[in-house]
């Protein structure tokens, strides 16, 4: 079974500094992986994926990750942080069949809450 | 504009009456998926549905139920015989593996 762990249930950062959410996930296969942010009473919404391609993986609004084979770990950054940044983030992991194609079904982590401070 | 709704944002039920949750997506995406979120406990697959008139259980359908009568609806039913059914309650919809979600429904049982 698949699984996500996410390091740290809450993060704390000033404006400008790096943010740097850590995900590591199990999986007995190359899986397609995912970083998504909510904010407080919406929806998920996708920040980037990775399916095989790249390992460096570039998103939305400033962030990316990088694939690490070796560690398991699909950690997300971004260089310099924005009050507007400040969410909860889910890293994700799906099932992936013998053809390289994904299944659909997403296992989440637990989430991260990001807080920027001025 | 192409998406995914959910109504209504709010719910408020008395405990023990059954309630249905909307969802639509105009995406023409095959498969439909509905999580439960609770705090601090990430997200829940209920309930999915890969093709029109078929769907499988997540790992907390028990107290919950489902339809797929149309590829753009799949609307979410919480029973009286779901223990603790107050919750956020989202949507997705996926294409090429990746899912995407509406705004989600807040249940509030009195």
């Known amino acids: 079974a698949q699984s996500v762990t996410q390091l740290g249930s809450h993060v704390s950062v000033s404006e400008g500094a790096l943010v740097l959410l850590r995900c590591n996930y199990s999986?007995?296969?190359?899986?397609?992986l995912f970083w998504y942010v909510q904010y407080p009473n919406q929806g998920l919404q996708l920040l980037l994926k990775?399916?095989?391609?790249?390992?460096l993986v570039k998103g939305i609004n400033g962030f990316e990750a990088e694939f690490k084979k070796s560690e398991t770990s699909f950690h997300l950054t971004k260089p310099s942080a924005h009050m507007s940044d400040a969410a909860e983030y889910f890293c994700?992991?799906?099932?992936?069949?013998?053809?390289?194609?994904?299944?659909?079904?997403?296992?989440f982590g637990q989430g991260t809450i990001l807080t920027v401070h001025p | 504009d192409g998406g995914i709704t959910q109504s209504p944002k709010y719910l408020f039920r008395k405990e023990g009456q059954n309630v249905t949750l909307s969802c639509e997506q105009n995406?023409?995406?095959?498969?439909m998926y509905w999580y439960r979120q609770d705090p601090g406990q990430g997200l829940r697959l209920i309930y999915y549905?890969?093709?029109?008139?078929?769907?499988q259980k997540g790992d907390i359908a028990e107290g919950y139920s489902v339809s797929r009568e149309k590829k753009e609806s799949f609307p979410l039913t919480v029973t009286s015989a779901q223990k603790n059914p107050t919750a956020f309650y989202l949507c997705?919809?996926?294409?090429?593996?990746?899912?995407?979600f509406g705004p989600g429904t807040r249940l509030t049982v009195l």
């Open positions: 990775y399916t095989s391609a790249a390992t």
């Open positions: 549905s890969q093709i029109v008139n078929d769907f």
């Open positions: 995406l023409n995406h095959d498969a």
């Open positions: 997705a919809s996926s294409a090429a593996g990746t899912q995407y």
């Open positions: 994700a992991v799906s099932d992936v069949g013998a053809g390289g194609t994904s299944y659909g079904k997403l296992t």
């Open positions: 999986s007995s296969v190359p899986p397609y």
